[in-house]
């Protein structure tokens, strides 16, 4: 597999001496292949999960080996490693009748690899990959949710368990209110969470929730905000995710959207699904609506850890 060279070593005497030197008779070049969004980022498979908050990245690659006459070597074997040992590289087998092989690297590790030949008498520059940023290699699904806003209801002011101030009863105790999104804004600016809810709902006719059954059973507490899954969620940041898909507090850029965090989930929200955080109120949704975006299939490059 390799060429000897014979060289001449100086030393401190007059007499020259013969060393062998092995040079590696093949030459590897690696080269990242281009994927379906035109770039050469990794792609998160549609059919993986996030395991312990981290993705899978799967990078193709392709390998050439040359010899040093320029020529293609053919039927090659070639095993290719990385210097963190939770990668994987696997190969489709040997080289073709044009040298190249393709290559698949796996990990879920984010940060540098640098790879290395490990067949003998193949010479590889070094090649380092970073992984941080990859495409969700399935579109997903975009929409949008809100709290409620005190402004939009029309009932009379009442006292709440737990609050030092009145506020409107459909706000606090309908289906449309606090009690069903969690949270809402109260016409002082201030929110307000559901802290406790017994006796369950009243139904109407058509045997939907209309109203909390007890209003005597409903304790509420004052907020600074609204409260995700994961953390507090603002308008023009947060989106509910499925955590199996996208993990909790990770960065993600939605086509058309902008960069979000995964800052929420609902049990609605379910695979290859996004719910963007729009902020309090009827009027945030009626722009939503209006929009391009609600209801359509958008890429989403994952950016790593949020903020």
């Not at 190249?100 to 003998?120: F, M, P």
Request: some cysteine; hydrophobic content about 35%; overall charge neutral.
């Amino acid at each position: 597999m390799a060429d000897i060279l014979i060289a001449t070593a100086t030393t401190n005497t007059t007499q020259g001496s013969l060393v062998q030197v092995q040079v590696d008779d093949l030459l590897c070049s690696l080269e990242i292949q281009t994927n379906a969004f035109g770039d050469t980022l990794p792609i998160i498979p549609k059919s993986s999960r996030a395991q312990n908050r981290k993705v899978l990245f799967h990078l193709p690659l392709k390998a050439k080996l040359t010899r040093h006459d320029g020529t293609a070597a053919a039927n090659q074997a070639l095993k290719i490693v990385s210097d963190r040992p939770a990668d994987s590289i696997k190969s489709s087998g040997t080289t073709d009748a044009k040298g190249e092989l393709l290559l698949v690297l796996e990990t879920r590790s984010s940060g540098t690899a640098e790879l290395t030949a490990k067949t003998a008498g193949v010479t590889l520059p070094p090649f380092k990959v970073e992984f941080k940023t990859a495409w969700y290699e399935s579109t997903f699904l975009i929409t949008g949710y809100n709290v409620c806003a005190e402004e939009d209801f029309t009932g009379a002011l009442v006292s709440g368990n737990g609050l030092n101030e009145k506020h409107k009863e459909d706000f606090l105790f309908s289906a449309a209110g606090v009690p069903m999104q969690g949270t809402g804004k109260a016409s002082n600016g201030r929110f307000i969470r559901l802290a406790q809810m017994t006796g369950g709902w009243h139904r109407n006719a058509a045997n939907h929730p209309d109203r909390v059954a007890d209003q005597s059973g409903v304790t509420f507490s004052y907020a600074t905000g609204v409260q995700g899954a994961f953390g507090p969620v603002t308008t023009e940041h947060s989106i509910a995710v499925d955590p199996d898909v996208i993990p909790k507090k990770t960065k993600v850029n939605i086509e058309g959207v902008g960069d979000r965090y995964a800052d929420d989930k609902g049990s609605a929200i379910d695979n290859y699904h996004i719910d963007n955080f729009l902020g309090a109120g009827k009027d945030v949704v009626k722009s939503w609506m209006k929009g391009s975006i609600n209801g359509t299939q958008r890429r989403v490059k994952y950016l790593g850890e949020g903020a």
